[in-house]
Nanobody
Framework: VQLQASGGGVVQTGGSLRLSCAAS????????MGWFRQTPGKERRFVAA????????NYADSVKGRFTISRDNAKNTVYLQMDSLKPEDTAVYYC??????????????????WGQGTQVTVSS
């Protein structure tokens, strides 16, 4: 199984970025997908998740109204559209896959596979 995250970069406050996570080696449409982020010295934290069919989403309070998670099961890809970015959004962003989770969970331990991370830097 491989989860390949991409799309990170440097952007100014108020700008936008779109992250992608391409999955291979698994039946993508059977997995809830999530995005987490981590800064140096801190634990990884939940950002957003989407059900395997795409009909249910879950967001951290800190990103509600600014970030949008979506997926394209035909392309085995999950996206994170990030708008109105703030310096505190600076982190390494990771995608993760949860096999047929009963809920669209924010709990890291429920996810079975993880990608390698992509750096997002928001300058003030």
């Amino acid at each position: 199984v491989q989860l390949q995250a991409s799309g990170g970069g440097v952007v100014q406050t108020g700008g936008s970025l779109r992250l992608s996570c391409a999955a291979s080696g698994l039946t993508f449409s059977s997995y809830n997908m999530g995005w987490f982020r981590q800064t140096p010295g801190k634990e990884r934290r939940f950002v957003a998740a989407i059900s395997y069919g795409g009909g249910i989403t879950n967001y951290a309070d800190s990103v509600k109204g600014r970030f949008t998670i979506s997926r394209d099961n035909a392309k085995n890809t999950v996206y994170l559209q990030m708008d109105s970015l703030k310096p505190e959004d600076t982190a390494v962003y990771y995608c993760a896959a949860d096999y047929r989770g009963m809920v669209v969970t924010s709990q890291m331990e429920e996810y079975d596979y993880w990608g390698q991370g992509t750096q997002v830097t928001v300058s003030s």
